[in-house]
């Protein structure tokens, strides 16, 4: 896949004409670009509805009504991050991922796998980008992006599923502590330099692409393995309700991995694995971590 070279200054306006060009020679759909916009994975699902074709992409440089999961709010600010939202279609998605679960998780992963790729091209080895389960990409143990997939269906048919990708670029994207659930961090601060956002959104949708299509295979699930976070170390898994506030503790284990269908592996303290479903919990480092 190639080092990439996040050097600043080589795009300094981005409007609908400068995004084609950017893109340009990237297998993608249609392609739409929003100085504002309330959240790229509401355009795109209005898009979907409007016949939008496979991989076309919404790119905002400010979200005013940016989503996480469960509605909590994702913050992007302008000028300093990105936030886009991908469509797939069925057609280009592997039939045995077709159901919604599998296929949620899946390109969940996907779209962190693709960030963390393109980080780890320019970060020290030491220090990482790896996938928190399941939606977000931390570097020195900050999250600093988070993925949001929503499927839509026609009946009981998928229409389309949109792949949302929110990543802190420069400092100004780091919302205020008590915005957030879990220490942010911003590519600038992990790679200790400056970073132009355009060139890194070639570089995550061109990661993307090469990932999707072997989004099936035994080697996406290894990458995948290999950049999960907190292995080993005990974690608590709450109920996760979106709601803030105090949910109640679920579990309490170590991270022992991933489950061929992209399921947690936690070892709870009998020495029991148990699984972890996506969607029910939220993970947080346990403050007393022990042996
Ligand atoms: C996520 O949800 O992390 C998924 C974020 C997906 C955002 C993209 S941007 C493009 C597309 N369009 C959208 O409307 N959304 C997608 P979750 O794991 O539920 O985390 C949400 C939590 O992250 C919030 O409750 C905050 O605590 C925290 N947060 C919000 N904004 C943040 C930011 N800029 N950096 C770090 N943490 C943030």
């Given at each position: 896949m ?6 600043r ?26 100085a ?103 570097a ?23 792949l ?19 220490p ?37 699930m ?12 005990w ?56 042996t």
């Amino acid at each position: 896949m190639g080092i990439v070279t996040l050097k600043r200054g080589t795009i300094q306006w981005m409007d609908q004409a400068a995004l084609e060009k950017l893109l340009a020679g990237l297998p993608l759909g249609s392609l739409r670009y929003f100085a504002s916009l309330g959240s790229t994975n509401d355009l795109a699902g209005r898009w979907v509805a409007a016949g939008a074709s496979d991989l076309s992409l919404v790119v905002a440089d400010e979200q005013t009504a940016g989503r996480g999961r469960l509605d909590r709010r994702w913050y992007t600010q302008p000028g300093a991050g990105l936030a886009f939202s991908l469509i797939l279609r069925p057609q280009g998605l592997p039939p045995a991922l077709t159901s919604s679960p599998a296929l949620l998780i899946r390109l969940t992963a996907l779209g962190a796998l693709a960030v963390c790729e393109t980080l780890n091209e320019a970060l020290p080895p030491m220090l990482p980008a790896q996938i928190k389960w399941p939606n977000d990409v931390i570097a020195t143990r900050r999250k600093l992006a988070g993925v949001l997939v929503e499927l839509h269906w026609a009946g009981d048919q998928m229409d389309a599923a949109i792949l949302g990708i929110g990543i802190n670029v420069s400092r100004h994207a780091i919302p205020s502590a008590e915005q957030l659930n879990f220490p942010a961090t911003c590519v600038e601060a992990v790679v200790e330099g400056e970073v132009d956002r355009w060139t890194l959104l070639r570089a995550v949708l061109s990661n993307l692409l090469t990932w999707k299509a072997e989004l099936d295979s035994e080697r996406f699930m290894q990458a995948w393995r290999g950049r999960l976070a907190f292995r080993g170390e005990w974690v608590q898994v709450f109920t996760d309700t979106g709601q803030g506030g105090e949910s109640p503790l679920l579990l309490e284990g170590q991270v022992a991995g991933l489950n061929p269908d992209g399921t947690l592996r936690l070892k709870l303290h009998s020495g029991e694995v148990t699984s972890v479903q996506f969607g029910e919990i939220r993970l947080r480092q346990s403050e007393s971590a022990s042996t």
